[in-house]
Structure formats: structure tokens, C-alpha cells
């Protein structure tokens, strides 16, 4: 087979379990089901993909039965590494019916503060990526609280990005077929409404990489800076 | 003092499965070993017991899922399997577990719970914590981002480390040979399990260079080394044969299978 136009184009997807629930926080498994179909399909069509997603406290919760989201960092943690169970268990299962392997990886905060932490992390990813596995990235929250502290995973889907130097990072933004694609190096990202003109605007932004540029430039450091 | 008898009181547990006892010589999965297991565990969880269990096998199951008959070389392949496997291991654990109405959690750990302040009490709380809930806490080496420097290297090693930090009264080794024999049972007929061992001395850790298994990473000399760490903590050590796991029971009931290595404060006791 031929190979083109050289190196493939990688996208760190993040995803907040909230734009896969329905208003009572329960997982909609319609919804998690066409996020595996859209991914999938990404990846067949040569692209390569890192999913960073939330959900693990959520999850965990709501398998302990709990009346309410767990409020003290402990008992977030604790139900983090009930629901990591839960949430790697669901997207193997409908990634399975597309055909596409996944893997777990459970990272630190401080991932990106050792150089050779990033360099063995990079070399994971590389390999997962070239045997077309779809790495699902969440934070290691039995053992670190960055996340948690933030409550908010943009910060570990930007620092997956600049390990893997990803092209684009793409954000679900709603729980419908909302996205917004964040080129890397572009100062606005490009919203879209539904799935075909999500990979309408992903070949667009691909064929128009400018790799000069893309040596220079970053990602937005924080989601409020991004515009659109 | 009876000290098999002493086993029956014990009130948190650490159990380490290693690969060579939960794959088939090929590699892949035992499911009637991970099903009994998972039921002899929660049994003991339901008497009140706080279990923990370590347990390796990633890379194997990894392997298995790709399809690939050979064991991988590579570091970055290796963790790339490793990945892969702990995915479908968590699965396969949580699924047998839920046939016991066990709730299960998966905690993936580095050295940096030994060597990094907040890494080891975020370790200890969240342990605690679930033990607290009633949970079994499913460890294993965070491989995919292990490095040289973090890296426990063996889950007997790992096992130790972890009985310390959640302050366990035993840990219960499960391999694919029945104990620590005074020689290499193959090739020495004359070669007797070793029931108790009151203290490591040089000639027993000499012993267990000598034998254990060929194809896990540990053997029995790692297995020694993490008695050893578990018996400066006040906690006694199993050495068991894991491929019929409700030998577990019986071990807890104080019967004399495999090698009990006695605790440093159990052994002054004596005195």
C-alpha cells in the first residue's frame, strides 16, 4: 500500500463524560456508542487518534450508588478508581463493535515536567499509534490530584498534545454532535454541528497544515482562550 | 506458639498473582483460575477481611488480544502491550468479581509511591479509603509510564511495597510452585518443601537463587526479597502454589501449605 503524503495527522480528542450523559449524569450509551463510530472511523480513514476523557469520578459514583458527587478529594479519588473500571470497560465494549483495539493510559501531571517521563510516554503513544490503537487517556487519580483540584481535563488533553505533537486537538463541546477542532499554531478554532462536517473541516485543516508554522506555534494553554 | 495457627486471624491481606500462574504456558488467559480467584477473594471480603490483590499479566493478555505468538523485546513495545492488556485484564476481573457482588478498583502504581511524599500518602489514602468501602483494590506497575528509574521491576517487589504502605498482616504469594524447597525439586530428589522459615538467613536466600521458576520475571529469590521487606513491617509472607487459588482458605485456616516466612517482630517474639 502506499503510503501519503507522509507522516499521518494525529488528534488528541477530549471529551468531558458530561457531553456523553443524559441530565441525570447517567451515561448514554447511544451517545458513547457514535462518539466509538466517529473515532473509529477517523482512524480508518489514516488519521490518528488519542482520546483524553473524563469520567472516571462520575462513573464510580454511580456505581457506589451514591446519592451525590463526591465533594472531598479522597472520596474523589476513591471513586475514580472504581469508575476508571467502569468507564475503560464501556468504550472497550463499543469500540470493540467498530473493530478497534484501545488501550489504557493513566498518567501524571508531572508526565510533562521530566524529560524522560515525556520521551518514554511519547514512545508508548508512537507505538500504540502505529499499530492503529486508539490510546484512552485519563489522569492517574488514585495517586495524583491535579485534575481533580482543576476539575477540568483540558489541561492533560493539551499536555497529551504537545507530548505526541498532535495537528489538531478536538473538543466534544455539547452532548449533541457539536465539536470544535483546534488546529495547532491557528489563533481560531473552527466550531462545527454535526459529524460529516466534522471530517469535511478535519481534511480541510489537514491539507492545509503549514508545517513552517506548526514548528513555531502551540495550542491554547487554557480553554478560555480559545476562540471561534 | 502455633504460628500456622496465627494465620486465622489475620485481618488485611495482600495477594500477588503473577503471570506464569493466571496464563497457560502460551500466554493466554486461565478464565476458570481468574473466576476462582476472584470468588475465593470476595469470600474472604465477605468474613471481613480486608483484601488487596497485585497482579500482573498486561503485557500476556496484550499480546493475546493482538494475536501475537512471540514476547515482545522492545520497551516501547512492551509497554504498548502493557497497555493494551491492563484494559482487558480490569475488564475480565471486574466481570467475574461483579458474579460475586464485589466491587472492584483498579489502582496502577509506580515507585514514586516510595521515593515521592504526596505520591505515597495519595496511594496510602485512596487505599484506605476503598479497603474502608468494602472495595478490592486491583493493583498493578503503571508499565505504560514506568521508566528505569521508577520502575518496581517485579510485582513481588511491588506486592511487598504495597503491604507496607496499607500496613497488611500478611502477604500470601500465589506462584506455580507449591513453596521454597531446600533444593531445586527437579533435579534433586532429595529436595523437601521448607514449611517455616523463623529468619532469611544468607544460605536461604542462597537456596532461593538456585530454584523457583524460569518463566516469570520474579522467581523465588524476588519472592525472598519482598518476605524480606514485608518482615521489617511486622508482616508474614505466604509462599503458595496459586493454580487451585481456595488454597487461600485453607492457608487462612492455618493448615501447614507452603512457606510461611515469619515477620522480624513475630520471630524476636519467639524469644
Do not use: W
Not at chain 1, 14 to 40: F, G, P, Y
Not at chain 2, 94 to 110: H, P, S
Not at chain 2, 221 to 232: D, V, Y
Amino acid at each position: 500500500m502506499m503510503k501519503q503524503g507522509g507522516k499521518k495527522k494525529r488528534i488528541v480528542v477530549r471529551i468531558e463524560i458530561a457531553t456523553l450523559s443524559d441530565d441525570d449524569e447517567k451515561l448514554n450509551k447511544k451517545k458513547m456508542d457514535q462518539l466509538a463510530m466517529i473515532l473509529s472511523n477517523l482512524q480508518n480513514s489514516g488519521k490518528q487518534l488519542i482520546l483524553v476523557s473524563s469520567g472516571a469520578i462520575a462513573l464510580g459514583a454511580e456505581k457506589l450508588k451514591l446519592n451525590q458527587q463526591p465533594s472531598s478529594f479522597i472520596d474523589k479519588q476513591a471513586a475514580a478508581a472504581v469508575g476508571q473500571v467502569e468507564l475503560i470497560k464501556n468504550y472497550k465494549r463499543y469500540f470493540d463493535e467498530y473493530n478497534q483495539i484501545v488501550a489504557q493510559v493513566l498518567l501524571t501531571s508531572d508526565t510533562i515536567d521530566s524529560n524522560i517521563r515525556i520521551k518514554n510516554t511519547r514512545n508508548t503513544f508512537d507505538t500504540l499509534l502505529d499499530m492503529n490503537i486508539i490510546p484512552i487517556v485519563n489522569e492517574n487519580d488514585a495517586v495524583s490530584t491535579a485534575d481533580i483540584e482543576l476539575n477540568d481535563n483540558y489541561p492533560l488533553a493539551l499536555n497529551v498534545a504537545k507530548i505526541v505533537n498532535a495537528d489538531i486537538i478536538l473538543i466534544k463541546l455539547d452532548a449533541n454532535g457539536k465539536f470544535l477542532l483546534v488546529p495547532k499554531g491557528e489563533k481560531k478554532a473552527v466550531a462545527v454541528d454535526d459529524e460529516y462536517e466534522l471530517f469535511e473541516k478535519i481534511n480541510d485543516i489537514c491539507q492545509n497544515i503549514n508545517q513552517e508554522k506548526l514548528a513555531e506555534s502551540d495550542y491554547p494553554e487554557s480553554i478560555n482562550e480559545i476562540e471561534y | 506458639m502455633d504460628y500456622r495457627e496465627n494465620l486465622k486471624y489475620k485481618k488485611r491481606i495482600v495477594v500477588k498473582i503473577g503471570t506464569s500462574t493466571l496464563s497457560y504456558p502460551s500466554g493466554r488467559l486461565n478464565f476458570q483460575l481468574v473466576e476462582k480467584l476472584a470468588f475465593v477473594l470476595s469470600e474472604i471480603r465477605k468474613k471481613g477481611i480486608h483484601v488487596v490483590l497485585v497482579t500482573s499479566g498486561a503485557i500476556g493478555v496484550g499480546a493475546g488480544r493482538l494475536g501475537l505468538t512471540t514476547k515482545p523485546g522492545k520497551l516501547a513495545k512492551k509497554q504498548a502491550l502493557a497497555a493494551i492488556g491492563q484494559a482487558e485484564l480490569i475488564k475480565i476481573y471486574q466481570k467475574y468479581f461483579e458474579e460475586n457482588n464485589q466491587i472492584v478498583a483498579q489502582v496502577l502504581l509506580t515507585k514514586d509511591i516510595v521515593t515521592i511524599n504526596k505520591r505515597h500518602s495519595n496511594a496510602k489514602n485512596t487505599l484506605e479509603k476503598l479497603l474502608s468501602m468494602d472495595i478490592i483494590p486491583i493493583i498493578n506497575e503503571n508499565d505504560t509510564i514506568s521508566t528505569n528509574e521508577i520502575v518496581f521491576g517485579d510485582n513481588d517487589t511491588l506486592s511487598a511495597y504495597v503491604a507496607v504502605l496499607i500496613k497488611a498482616d500478611l502477604l500470601i504469594m500465589l506462584s506455580d510452585i507449591d513453596g521454597l524447597y531446600s533444593a531445586d525439586p527437579k533435579t534433586k530428589s532429595s529436595a523437601r518443601i521448607i514449611y517455616i522459615v523463623h529468619k532469611i538467613t544468607p544460605r536461604l536466600e542462597k537456596i532461593a537463587t538456585n530454584t523457583g521458576t524460569i518463566f516469570s520475571t520474579g522467581g523465588m529469590s524476588t519472592k525472598i526479597a519482598a518476605a524480606k521487606i514485608g518482615g521489617k513491617a511486622n508482616i508474614d509472607t505466604v509462599i503458595t502454589n496459586g493454580s487451585d487459588p481456595t488454597i487461600i482458605f485453607k492457608i487462612l485456616n492455618g493448615e501447614n501449605l507452603g512457606t510461611l516466612i515469619l515477620a522480624d517482630a513475630n520471630n524476636a517474639n519467639k524469644n
